[in-house]
């Protein structure tokens, strides 16, 4: 059974860059989307963007110029950036993996399987 | 970006009722070539990440209770919570996987009446 395990850090500054990793465990990151998705009060559930092993990347238009995604399969973890933080990048932050995986197959995808979370909170 | 708007924003039901959530999307989720609507249902209790509950906008997850049920296609979907239980008390969130950006509704808090 597939778990996603997230850390970074969770105090940030404004105009720091956010960074978050996402190992996966129990597969390996081979033929699927990977995705980012926040949650903050304000804006509710806001997907960040996704990577697959080959590093071909979708981002969030709203969030693409300060967003970087990337993968790292032999250590089967995929990161998020986030540059040039505010207080509106205050969320919690998941890492999820795409229904598929376990299933065997591949679409664009619900998803079934989620990090912890990581709380990360944007204040001078 | 596709647009999904859910209602109502709370819903208070007593024990052992009918719980009725929808969902509508800016567009259509079909996908015509494969009949399918890339439409998911996620509940959500605090302190936990979103729980995938509905597919393919009726599929139910593995070892989600069948009184949880997904209905609609196209621009409009329900989720429906047969007889509503006390562990049953969440946020639920409607969202689509149709196309880049996933979008999802705002959400929907059931209560116990």
């Known amino acids: 059974q597939v778990q996603l395990q997230q850390w970074g850090a969770g105090l940030l500054k404004p105009s720091e860059t956010l960074s978050l990793t996402c190992g996966v465990y129990g597969g390996s990151l081979s033929g699927y989307f990977w995705t980012w998705i926040r949650q903050s009060p304000g804006k509710g559930l806001e997907w960040i963007g996704e990577i697959n092993h080959s590093g071909i990347t979708n981002y969030n238009p709203s969030l693409k110029s300060r967003v970087t995604i990337s993968v790292a399969t032999s250590k089967n973890q995929f990161s998020l950036k986030l540059s040039s933080v505010t207080a509106a990048d205050t969320a919690l932050y998941y890492c999820a993996s795409p229904r598929g995986y376990r299933y065997g197959y591949s679409d664009n995808d619900a998803f079934d399987i989620w990090g912890q979370g990581t709380m990360v909170t944007v204040s001078s | 970006d596709i647009v999904m708007t859910q209602s109502p924003d709370s819903l208070a039901v007593s024990l052992g009722e009918r719980a009725t959530i929808n969902c509508k999307s800016s567009q259509s989720v079909l996908f015509n070539s494969n009949n399918k609507n890339y439409l998911a249902w996620y509940q959500q209790k605090p302190g936990q990440p979103p729980k995938l509950l509905i597919y393919?906008?009726?599929g139910r997850e593995s070892g989600v209770p069948d009184r949880f049920s997904g209905s609609g296609s196209g621009t409009d979907f329900t989720l429906t919570i047969s007889s509503l239980q006390a562990e049953d008390v969440a946020v639920y969130y409607c969202?689509?996987?149709?196309?880049?950006?996933?979008?999802f509704g705002q959400g929907t808090r059931v209560e116990i009446k």
């Open positions: 969202q689509q996987y149709y196309d880049t950006p996933r979008t």
């Open positions: 393919w906008a009726s």
